[in-house]
């Protein structure tokens, strides 16, 4: 069984730094791609980034590109978020998956496993 334990968030001022950090149990962490998703109040689910198995490639929703940077460490069986010149749109509860394969996967669906989340309020 998967496991996914995020942390890092936390309340940061309007144009301040965080970085989330999302552990992972299982020895075939690094076969698969990991994604970032966030769900603020009353809101859908949303993408904000992906990284594909090895680290080589990633993706991120046009909201936050720019600003978030998604890194894994397979050795680690972890995967960060660094988020930068953050908004007050960015609050929400933030979310680590593992996708069902090795690419990026920007879609909810792709997933098999999530984490229970961090939250992440910016003031303005």
């Known amino acids: 069984q998967v496991q996914l334990v995020e942390s890092g968030g936390g309340l940061v001022q309007a144009g301040g730094s965080l970085r989330l950090s999302c552990a992972a149990s299982g020895r075939t962490f690094s076969s698969y791609a990991m994604g970032w998703f966030r769900q603020a109040p009353g809101k859908e689910r949303e993408f904000v980034a992906t990284i594909n198995w090895n680290g080589a490639a990633t993706y991120y929703a046009d909201s936050v590109k720019g600003r978030f940077t998604i890194s894994r460490d397979n050795a680690k069986n972890m995967v960060y978020l660094q988020m930068n010149s953050l908004k007050p749109e960015d609050t929400a509860i933030y979310s680590c998956?593992?996708?069902?394969?090795?690419?990026?996967?920007?879609?909810?669906?792709?997933?098999?496993?999530w984490g229970q989340g961090t939250q992440v309020t910016v003031s303005s």
């Open positions: 998956a593992r996708a069902g394969g090795p690419q990026l996967a920007p879609r909810p669906a792709n997933y098999m496993y």
